[in-house]
């Protein structure tokens, strides 16, 4: 069976098609599995930020507003994400993080399912109730501001839990914990049935595999860019806007640069048209720089064809794991249907924490999340058949 394995990797990875974009990027000897929590560095992006600093900063310093495209670099960068999460030009903008993009989302969302419905009782904010813990936050935060409640649902039964009374669904399309991916499609249609308003968090979802953000009528959305689209440690997160919401988008955070004339300097406030709206305050242009440096891997490469690789990596790494791992020893907590599955692989154990330490003291990079959960992201633009072998192989000795 060992013997089959390897021939199988050895097959698998010289048919990938793929595989020349493992040369996009900066790696070592190890098996990277951790992307869904930091992506790897792609080729050319600190040439980039060398540049920024140097010339931009350093010659052309103010000048760079505009002869370096820093006022426009929220749109721009916005366009680049926009095609990897299924929406036409002119709806993503980029800046600020996550947590501040679910915030303006959650209060405009509520707005907006009021300002559709004159007179109803839209007064809840429905919330995954295995979210992320700061989506939780920021929801009850956004609750006391708009006068509704936040009331745990559970993702699967999105369609019994709408109602008259919803204002916002505030859902993860793929579960951070387990892996597990919603129905982005289905869940939608139910809000959008219900009259309220969709909000999908997409950090774990967007680059490694479609959404169809606009296929699918979504409100909104927001995601971060250092997972699957390897923007860097702390690169600035995204707000999709759709369009049909973008003149009637009340952001609460109302900054300067959401403004209609932001150099007029005047004491009212007009918002600005378009997705600008759901800017704030002067963009980071360092990291801004990096996660569009960070996007030209994306050129010329398909999303179908990173989540048909994405699936036969987890499968692959699932029939590994049977074969080396001693039975017993871990239970698989993604499901195994490839429409539920999203990109990572995640394996409950006792000693989750130990194992993952001495994993990583041994070359296989996954991670650990508490209290019991070992958690392998596979990066299809970089992680190789060859790599999921190895990685299986150094678990089972791990686990002995």
């Not at 009374?165 to 959008?192: C, E, I, K, Q, S």
């Not at 398909?302 to 699932?318: C, G, N, P, W």
Request: hydrophobic share 45%; charged share 25%.
């Amino acid at each position: 069976m060992s013997e089959r394995l390897d021939e199988r990797a050895e097959l698998l990875d010289a048919r990938d098609e793929l595989a020349k974009e493992r040369g996009r990027f900066v790696l070592d000897d190890s098996v990277y599995l951790d992307g869904n929590s930091l992506g790897a560095l792609p080729q050319g992006v600190a040439e980039r930020l060398d540049d920024v600093v140097t010339r931009e900063w350093g010659r052309l310093r103010i000048r760079s507003w505009g002869e370096s495209g820093w006022w426009t670099a929220p749109e721009r960068v916005g366009d680049l994400v926009a095609p990897l999460v299924g929406a036409a030009p002119g709806q993503v903008v980029v800046g600020d993080s996550t947590s501040v993009n679910i915030f303006k989302a959650l209060v405009a969302g509520v707005r907006l399912a009021r300002a559709g419905d004159a007179g109803s009782e839209r007064d809840e904010i429905l919330v995954d109730a295995g979210t992320f813990p700061t989506d939780g936050y920021i929801a009850e935060s956004a609750a006391r501001l708009t006068g509704t409640r936040v009331v745990p649902v559970d993702p699967l039964r999105i369609a019994d839990a709408v109602g008259p009374r919803t204002a916002v669904a505030l859902l993860n399309h793929v579960d951070y914990r387990t892996g597990r991916l919603y129905d982005l499609p289905g869940a939608t249609a139910a809000v959008r049935a219900a009259g309220g308003v969709s909000v999908w968090d997409l950090c774990h979802s967007a680059g490694a595999l479609p959404v169809g953000l606009d296929a699918h009528r979504v409100d909104l959305a927001v995601g971060c860019t250092y997972k699957y689209l390897n923007g860097g440690p702390g690169s600035p997160a995204y707000l999709y806007i759709a369009e049909r919401h973008q003149a009637a988008f009340d952001s609460p955070l109302p900054g300067w640069n959401s403004h209609a004339e932001p150099f007029g300097m005047t004491s009212g406030y007009t918002p600005g048209e378009g997705a600008v709206r759901g800017r704030v305050g002067t963009p980071d242009i360092l990291s801004m720089a990096a996660l569009e440096a960070a996007l030209g891997v994306w050129e010329g490469v398909s999303l179908d064809a990173v989540r048909a690789k994405s699936l036969a990596l987890t499968d692959f790494f699932l029939e590994c794991v049977a074969e080396y791992v001693p039975s017993g020893r871990v239970s698989v907590v993604t499901p195994l249907p490839h429409a539920e599955r999203g990109s990572q692989i995640a394996l409950r154990c006792d000693d989750a924490d130990a194992v993952m330490s001495v994993l990583i003291d041994r070359g296989v990079v996954g991670d650990y999340r508490a209290p019991d959960i070992l958690r392998f992201g596979f990066t299809p633009l970089y992680v190789s058949f060859a790599d999921v072998l190895r990685a299986a192989r150094e678990l089972a000795r791990a686990l002995g």
